[in-house]
């Protein structure tokens, strides 16, 4: 099967040079944007009956770009002055280089996985007396607090945005060739768009083992899996797949 067309479930990137641009000129492929998914804000005042100190916390867990936006959102409406003490422990490089939108890189304490074979988990047992907040959604995975709790952690967590579906009733799925997720949201958004979906031979892709897992959860098949050791990112799980499949 020749691939033509790709939906991927995110907006379209703000910046010319994405990835997915050079995927679409290198295989002469048409590829898509549309968010599956929004991000509603959690009011300050919301926040703060939750009666959560982030400045108890020496720590902060990032899981998504999100999430480091929300939470400095909620620092500023709460006049948190975050101290440059505060350390910050994300999945992988992009994330630690999208803090630089909102605080000085060089100043902070910065921890993400440097090897292949080592995750943010990792990195994190090397602080066990850290006492750790995780700025989260409504939907948030529990990977990591029970990751956390399993190993005697101190932590807290805090619900700083929700996540909703978007409207996609005048997208037509069955347009594509393959569609790409990113987030378990983003198929709980596919079902409440297209109720009754079905694959046929639509080929769907995954990024992380919650999304993957939450496709086979309402019976729908994996073609193409991100990250691996093969293709640390969904663009490089794209082109091996299209390259397979000229």
Known sequence: ????????????????????????????VKISFRKFIQVEEIPAIEFLKERI???????????????IENF?????????DVPPSMKFFCPSESYALYLQKY????KRKIFFPKR???SMKDVIMKHKKDNFFIPCSNISSNEIPSFLSKNNLKYSTATLYKTVSSDL??????????????????????QENFNGFKQNDIKIAAFGNNTKSALEDIGL?????????QA???KMALEQFIKSNK
């Open 72 to 80: 400095f959102r909620i620092c500023e409406e709460t006049r948190v």
């Open 116 to 118: 292949r074979n080592q």
């Open 53 to 67: 100190n982030i400045l108890d916390h020496s720590s902060v867990i990032i899981t998504s770009r999100t999430s």
């Open 103 to 106: 605080t000085t890189y060089r």
């Open 232 to 234: 640390p990112s969904m």
């Open 1 to 28: 099967m020749k691939i033509k067309t790709i939906l991927i479930s995110q907006p379209e990137p703000e910046n010319l040079r994405s990835p997915f641009f050079d995927l679409a000129d290198k295989y002469n």
């Open 169 to 190: 009733s005048d997208l037509d799925i069955n347009e594509f060739d393959v569609v790409a997720f990113f987030s378990p949201a983003g198929i709980i958004s596919l």
């Open 221 to 229: 098949s994996v073609d193409i899996e991100a990250p691996t050791p």
